[in-house]
């Protein structure tokens, strides 16, 4: 297998895997063992993974929980540990968004299920259209000062959300963000690509994309039936979303790109993810050792200009 590569969040020091892993549905949800959890998590960090991404709604923080306990067993140095705050935690009404409030209540609880003192980075897991966007920046801040936070960042926030943010922050001499967290995949492009990766670019943030195989559509393994056992036979109205569109249709044709470069499509799509511009990480998720080998193994395929002209035509840039 190739060597794992390694790349900085947009202009900062830390530097994270171009493959990282999340535990999105899985850790906590669809894998409630501690040891398949741990063997997935350990696998990943001796391929060279270093960056893990959770969020505090992940099985509603069982994810923290068990994912901690794994990473507890590996150097915290060697880890970029990121979760998130936004969405509701409970039916409390403070037990949820961007203000100061629920947001330092959040990382100290995140902290304890994680078992560790400190996040890499704190992502806003959405924009709060309620909270005004200077309690939050000024909340960062503040926990980036007392060394809970060492970044912060930002989840599908649009380009104008992103550009105030920085305004702000720079207005008071505070941190902005480092990172944005948006949905990136062959299926999903016109955001990022017409509005969040230059209002990243220019304000020096990294981008590390979610749901790079559309939630294993891209895999082909839904072809033709939904298999037992897998993400979208679980989750209805994911299965709904993705089969409304030609998703399935262009996952199948994209074969032929990919029996050429002698790789699988998960692998294609993975490879290109990780090549467009501005990707710092491209956040698996993975519920077998099997999968993560395979995935990883996009390490080795470079995206040549026949298989990108290809795959541009197969699933443009504005057909989403
Ligand atoms: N910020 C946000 O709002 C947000 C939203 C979603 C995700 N995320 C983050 O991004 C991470 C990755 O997203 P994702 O899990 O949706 O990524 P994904 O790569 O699009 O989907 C991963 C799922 O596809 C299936 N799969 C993966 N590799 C496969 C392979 N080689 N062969 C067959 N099936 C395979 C597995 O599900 P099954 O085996 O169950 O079918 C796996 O859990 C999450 O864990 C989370 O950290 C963030």
Sequence with gaps: MADMTYRPLGRCGTKVSTLSLGGWTTFGGSITSERTTREILHAAFDAGVNFFDIADVYALGAAETIMGKALAALPRHHLVISSKCFWPMSQDVNDRGLSRK???????????????????????????????????????????????????????????????????????????????QPQYNLLVRD????????????????????????????????????PEDTRLARIEWLREQLFAGEGREKTKAMKATADRLGCTRTQLA???????????????????????????????VTVDDEARAALDDLFPASGN
Aim: hydrophobic share 40%; net charge negative; aromatic share 6%.
């Design 102 to 180: 629920h947001i330092v209540e959040s990382v100290e609880r995140s902290l304890q299920r994680i078992g560790t003192d400190y996040l890499d980075i704190l992502f806003c897991h959405r924009y709060d259209e309620e909270t005004p966007l200077e309690e939050t920046v000024r909340a960062m801040e503040d926990l980036i000062r007392q060394g809970k936070l060492l970044y912060w960042g930002t989840s599908e926030w649009t380009g104008a959300q992103i550009r105030e943010a920085h305004a702000i922050a720079d207005r008071r001499n505070a941190y902005g963000p480092q990172v944005e």
């Design 270 to 300: 993975l490879a290109w993810a990780a090549a467009q511009p501005g990707v710092s990480s491209v956040i698996l998720g993975a519920t077998s050792i099997a999968q993560l080998q395979e995935n990883l193994g996009a390490l080795e």
């Design 191 to 226: 955001k990022v690509e017409g509005d969040v990766q230059p209002a990243a670019e220019d304000h020096g943030m990294g981008l590390v994309v979610w749901s790079p195989l559309a939630s294993g559509l891209l895999t082909g393994k839904y072809d033709d039936a939904v």
